[in-house]
């Protein structure tokens, strides 16, 4: 058997309030996997990456990290173990420079290390390079997706969460994204995105792709391709 | 208010008022001054209560504005320097002047962010003290002119004893008041603009409206309890209860006893009044109090202590299992031909015709709502453009396309919420363009949102019935004096609240707090608000989010049949592609701001573009008949 | 009773007091908009640390000890002017600290804002309950840890305090400015600013940003408090009217603009000056405070007309 799952859920529940959102949710994710987890609205998508970044709160369950368990750990400090998120609608800073949102996602690392994970960022989006003292939030949809990316893999992330990323863009702007992705996983990184149902441009790309619907994994992935379209 | 919880209030004050008759006649003199200015203190509080527990506002001017009162009525009453008027007169003007102020606030911030009115408040408390505090011939008199007793309806209130119970009957008016403005329609309205200013405006409420009333009654309930302490006291008393300070002390009472007691806000001040003069040995300084009280406020949330003890008796009433219950209902809501249960059906038929009947008959216009070229930009983004849309009557219609394509913009469009850049609505032929929430909703517009804003901390009827505000007649007169024809709208709109529940399967949990239920029966329960809002053209927002497909598929079943048996037109936006298909008669896809297709649901199903951007280009849609109820 | 004089030849004196007065309002309006930025709450606590502030700061360089004296000379006290300033301000940031981390934490960081405005107002009693029953309030004032020295100019006399304060102020302003553009830190907190949950989402340390913006904040608060016992006193009915006004001009920018704040301090102090010096003819402080107050908030409701809603708010505080 090769090496450990980078990420595993074990029998989550979690939720806000009284009523749990998730229920005995087990997942496993390894490097340079792509997974892509689809539902309708309300059915759990968010809080599944939010668990796994320790916003929200767990009320049984385990989520282990890199073989150890991180349940209870903070956000800050699984971030700062490589787990980065891209939210669900960008949620770029619109009134800091493309340079400044960028910094923000470097609190977990060395100051010194900065310079080079900025570099690194441009590289793969040049667009940010060339904007990087343009406030944030004069920037096109697709430059801002380009911007919450970036400012995500600014920790130096193995696990990527990305929430809806193809959100109000464009086709083109979307395989952009998606071609930037693909070569960070060739490179090692684990990528989650979840999203709507019916948007195909990203589930294309995945390797594995899952359901969630109400709250749990329905049981046959590969049936459910078919399924899916179906029912919904 | 149900019959339970009107009977707590009235055992309490029953024990209460024996207590206080038998004291009444054993207590010394300065306990007597203490217990009344506790009462003063309780009657300026509710008007607060009213103001931060219901309409979830904060003043700081109250003690002042009580202040201004006192001094007011004082100065007018004096003969010397005074006017030498009678009480009532002097009364009147010390709560004419203090509700202006309120009003002269609240008029100019209505709409502007709550900072500003905080602000605004403390401002008009501090210039009250530079003002009316620092004016001798107000604050002062010589012993030549003092304030005598008044003489009301020919009781001489002379006596400690007398006057104490007179401000013993005035704060049980005042509460006998409130209760009958809580259980009407304008204490709801008041209460649902407070939790949620959007949803209040879908419903035919006006927050602004709200929040001055909010106001002007917080300005009556303190200029009440400034008059009625005004000839209390021989010579005007000090000013130094009632500074700036003091009024953060007169906030904490009802922050500390919750907005759902009348009683507890009267016990609580009542408490602040008599526990640093009981404890005088301990310093207690009434600040402390208030300290300790807004920080268990905050900590307890808006229901207080008084919902703390009111949810640990809830919790010890005997109660059916909660689980098996739920997934019975869930179970009749999936099967909607109602299996061995006919009676079930039954139920359901009564509870239409109910319904029926309460709806009003609205013009029948061909086309109910005409959006047309509706354009919008903000944060950089032209969120929509040129969009226009046309839902025919009675028709089923929806509105599908990705997420981030403007779809709840659009709604909030079309509701009044937000006004566009360019384009007009026209409603039932009507050009409401310019036209607030609230007026959309008198010509039938009703609308719910994508998240659930029904307020947690009420049970499931007094959800609904706040949805009731359009459809009972009668003034604030009216209403609180329970004349017939508020009273017979109060118990029309009860009958179709219940209707509306038993359709929407919440009967069993009428009495039920909302934030116990689980997240699709607190949907249900904003769509059945909005339908007690009598409308006729219904704009849902995602109502079946949350739900998983079988129970999705019942709930449109159910749409289908409000619209079909009530002649709803009904215009919803859903992700469950299928059931849209299935369902309804008109579909419009809408993506990055812009329809790309409309049509029937054949049409959009081969749709290239729809099929490109949204569905999917091995998208097959399963040839089944429509699933009607 | 009307009608206003104008009389021009006391505008020019009015005008340099005014300025020279802003220095105090600005110290604690950089606090407010400072706190209100990361919180969208108003920050009364301040209010509080201020009053807190000027008692600790009497009863540290002034109270010899002995009921119902003091001593007018400096050095009589418990300890030193400048030794007890320190005290204060350091005192100050931890009451600010302590109230940071409560309202930062994961628990605290979800209540709606009617709560946290309320939060705010319960600090803000609790402290003057507690200043109060432990330190008794004297009716006089302080003299100044800055000397007596005055100055003319333009034919206004202004006292070295205010001088000092102004100074005081811009060079805080020097540092609060490079360390919002220049530094890691600053970035942060403008990052929270502007949307707090991305903020945690992506890794800012947001309990360490809230607190120690906080405890800056108080820390500023505190030093208003202290400083302002040489001119207004440390009668709590004298300090929150300073209190509100501070909180009046930070309103011109909606409380999220400094520069805007600051520039209703200037037009405050001035205000406030000429109103005092007669510039409008004599008149009672009664009707010096309305007429302050209805042209303050006269601004400010008139740049919000200029500002139209264009969507029902949901949330309101």
Partial sequence: MPEPPMLE????????????VLFDVDLTVGAGEWLTVVGANGAGRSTLLKTILGVTNVSAGEVVFGGQRITHLATYDRIARGIAMVPEGRRIFPNLSVKENLRTGANTIAKREVAGQL?????????????????????????????AVGRALMSRPQLLLVDELSLGLAPLVVATLTAALQTLCAEGLAVIVVDEVHVHSTTASASRRLVLEKGRFVSNPAAEAQRLTAVL | MTAATMKRPAVIGAVLAAVTAVWLFTAPQYWLFTATTGLTLGISTLGLLVLVGWAREVSLAQAGLTATAIYLCGFAMRSGAGWHWPYLASAAFGVGVVVALSLLVSLSTAKLSGIYIIILTLALQITIEKTFFSDITLVQTDPDHTIHRPALFGVHLTSDRAYFLFALAVLVLGMVFLARLRASRFGRGLILAGTDRQAAAAVGVSPWRAKISAFALAGVFAGLAGVVTAPLYPTPPSYISYLSINSLVYLAIPVLAGFRSLVAVAVVAMVFSVAPQAFEHLHISPLLLGAIGLLSGTLTGPTGVSGLVLAWLHSRRARRPADEDRDAAAVDLRDPSGGDDASR????????????????????????????????????????????????TR?????????????STLFDILNGLRQPDSGSVLLFGQDVSQAPPWNRAALGLSRTFQSSRVNLDLTVGENLMAGAYLMIPGSVAEAVA????????ERRAGEAARAVAELLDVAGDWDEFVRNLDFGAQRRVEIGRSLLSGPRLLLLDEPAAGLDAAEAAA??????RLEQDLGLTVLLVEHYVKAVLENCDLIYVLARGRIIAAGSAAEIAADPEVRAVYLGEDYQPRTEERVDA | MLALQFHTQLVGPALVLGVAAAGLYGLLAVSLVLTYRVSRTIGFVHGGIAIFAAHFYWWLTYDSGVRGRWNPSAGQGRVGQWPGLLVVVAAGAVIGLLYGLTVTGKRMGNWPRLNLTVYSLAWLLGMVAVTQTVIEPQSTRIPSIFGKRVYRIFGGVITIHQVATLLILLGVIAVLAFVLLRTQTGVNIRAVADDVEASRFVGVPLTRVGAGVYAFSAGLSAFAGALVTATVGMLVPELLTVFLRALTVCVLGGLASFSLALLGCVLLGVGEACLTAGVFGPMSIGRQEVVLMTALFGLVLLINRLRPIKVLEVETL
């Fill in chain 1, 9 to 20: 859920l074990r029998g989550i529940r979690a939720g806000y309030g009284r009523l749990p």
């Fill in chain 2, 482 to 489: 329970g004349l017939p024809r508020a009273k017979a709208g």
């Fill in chain 2, 555 to 560: 709930l449109f079943a159910l749409v289908r």
């Fill in chain 2, 395 to 407: 028709k089923l219609v929806g509105l599908i396309g990705p997420n981030g394509a403007g779809k």
């Fill in chain 2, 345 to 392: 059906r039954e139920r359901h038929a009564r509870a239409l015709a109910v319904l029926e009947a309460y709806l009003p008959e609205r013009s029948d216009a061909r086309e109910v709502l005409v959006a047309s070229d509706v354009s919008i930009a903000f944060g950089g983004l032209q969120a929509l453009a040129d969009v226009s849309l046309t839902v025919p």
């Fill in chain 1, 119 to 147: 570099e690194r960022v441009h590289e793969v989006f040049p667009i940010l390079g060339s904007r990087s003292g343009q406030r944030a939030g004069s920037l096109s949809g697709g430059e801002q997706q380009m911007l």
